[in-house]
């Protein structure tokens, strides 16, 4: 989308950045209280497993490296996840100094009853949007997300994920 007008543009910029912060603190609040019997699965446990269900068996440093987080950050994580029996760890063919975090069984389960429970919200919240605008809210965000992560990337000096 390209805008001719520098003020539509300052508009635009101004309007995005206020309902990138609503939508951010808004989708903090979603808890899926209900996968996990004593404990919330939050964002950074959901995403973690996606991300191992995703593209397989992961070192930390890995998973560090793609979230942007340091070390310290993803091992308190990666704790409560093994402690839920969401995940484990297992020696890393290649060294065996180090090892690789994949996904239980359960894990698996409750990675997809998370993602089931996420599409029926947003089912909810959609429901009056056409296909078409669904569509191309669907592409939107995904380049969005994209060039984000592209920004960050060259913050930490990267030119791609790297699975250490």
Same mark, same amino acid.
């Given at each position: $989308?390209?805008?001719?007008?520098?003020?539509?543009?300052?508009?635009?910029?101004?309007?995005?950045?206020?309902?990138?912060?609503?939508?951010? #603190?808004?989708?903090?609040?979603?808890?899926?209280?209900?996968? +996990?019997?004593?404990?919330?699965?939050?964002?950074?446990?959901?995403?973690?497993?996606?991300? +191992?269900?995703? #593209? !397989?068996?992961?070192?930390? !440093?890995?998973?560090?490296?793609?979230? @942007?987080?340091?070390?310290?950050?993803?091992?308190?994580?990666?704790?409560?996840?093994?402690? @839920? !029996?969401?995940?484990?760890?297992?020696?890393?063919?290649?060294?065996?100094?180090?090892?690789?975090?994949?996904?239980?069984?359960?894990?698996?389960?409750?990675?997809?009853?998370?993602?089931?429970?996420?599409?029926?919200? &947003? #089912?909810? $919240?959609?429901?009056?949007?056409?296909?078409?605008? $669904?569509? @191309?809210?669907?592409?939107?965000?995904?380049?969005? @997300?994209?060039?984000?992560? #592209?920004? &960050?990337?060259?913050?930490?000096?990267?030119?791609?994920?790297?699975?250490?």
């Amino acid at each position: $989308m390209q805008l001719t007008n520098p003020t539509s543009e300052a508009v635009a910029l101004e309007c995005i950045e206020r309902e990138l912060t609503l939508l951010v #603190r808004r989708a903090q609040k979603v808890n899926l209280t209900r996968i +996990l019997p004593n404990e919330s699965l939050d964002r950074a446990a959901y995403a973690i497993l996606g991300r +191992l269900h995703e #593209r !397989g068996p992961q070192r930390p !440093g890995s998973l560090a490296a793609h979230f @942007n987080l340091d070390a310290s950050t993803i091992s308190r994580q990666v704790a409560t996840l093994k402690r @839920n !029996g969401l995940i484990e760890q297992h020696a890393d063919g290649n060294d065996r100094r180090a090892f690789r975090l994949r996904l239980t069984e359960f894990g698996a389960t409750v990675l997809l009853a998370a993602r089931a429970e996420r599409h029926l919200i &947003l #089912r909810e $919240m959609l429901r009056a949007w056409s296909p078409d605008d $669904m569509a @191309n809210f669907a592409s939107l965000l995904t380049a969005f @997300n994209t060039d984000l992560e #592209r920004l &960050l990337q060259l913050d930490r000096g990267q030119d791609q994920d790297t699975d250490r």
